[in-house]
């Protein structure tokens, strides 16, 4: 299961990026066709936070779908997986988007003194 590496480094930059500050909530968009399982990550997730910044923070995921354009008849098609055929019959496709893995949102704990 490559999810609890992939984990690991997701804690580790987060923590790193909170400098110390206990962080509340992380977003992660994940590409429907980056063969990374948002499950996965989320089991993962409640392991590798334990004893961090992050332990207890709330872990969101947002999916992103597949989309290609065609090289032959410049078409935007969604895709299911890494590849696919567009309707005027070419396959050679271009992906826009579904193999992100991004941080895209950090919430840290503010502390008023």
Known sequence: ????GITKNIVAIVAEHAKGA??????LE???LSAIM??????C???????TVLAG???EILEIPGLAKCRQCGAEIALDKPFGICNCGSVQLDLITGEELKIKEIEIEELCV
Request: aromatic share 6%; hydrophobic share 45%; with cysteine.
């Open 1 to 4: 299961m490559h999810e609890l």
């Open 22 to 27: 206990k962080v509340q909530r992380v977003l």
């Open 30 to 32: 994940i590409g429907k």
């Open 38 to 43: 948002p499950d996965a990550i989320r089991f």
């Open 45 to 51: 997730f409640d392991i590798c936070t334990q004893d």
């Open 57 to 59: 923070a709330t872990l």
